[in-house]
């Protein structure tokens, strides 16, 4: 049983350090002369649904793939009810996963959305480490 914990954490370690990479790419892109927003705000939902799926992990609850950051809280409330309250603000970043990568529905964020998004993604960093010991 112990092993099953200890590759459990592993897993949660990894996609714990692949959200904080996509918050390091949204800060770096944030820097740059010409800021990408549609990146960062990319890089901002990633990062949410990975820490979220990182608490869903820690928890040994399965989810289907999907970047729909709605469907991912309401699993995430099934284990603490009061995570989609405290965290809801970062669904309206689940049209960063997809929308913004196909020029068909492609607009460009507003600066003003992109600092929004990583603010959002420091959040749910913030809360969801606080819920998992790693």
């Not at 960063?96 to 603010?119: C, G, W």
């Amino acid at each position: 049983m112990k092993k099953k914990q200890n590759n459990v954490i592993e897993l949660v370690k990894k996609w714990v350090k692949k959200a904080d990479n996509d918050i390091i790419t949204a800060e770096n892109l944030l820097k740059c002369k010409t800021i990408i927003t549609d990146s960062v705000c990319f890089h901002c939902q990633q990062a949410v649904e990975k820490y979220l799926k990182a608490y869903l992990i820690y928890n040994q609850k399965y989810f289907e793939k999907t970047h729909d950051i709605e469907r991912i809280l309401e699993l995430c409330s099934q284990i603490n009810p009061d995570i989609y309250d405290q965290l809801e603000d970062s669904i309206s970043l689940t049209g960063y996963s997809v929308d913004l990568r196909y020029p068909e529905e492609f607009y460009e964020p507003l600066a003003s959305e992109a600092k929004d998004s990583l603010k959002i993604a420091k959040k749910v960093k913030r809360y969801i480490l606080k819920l998992i010991s790693i």
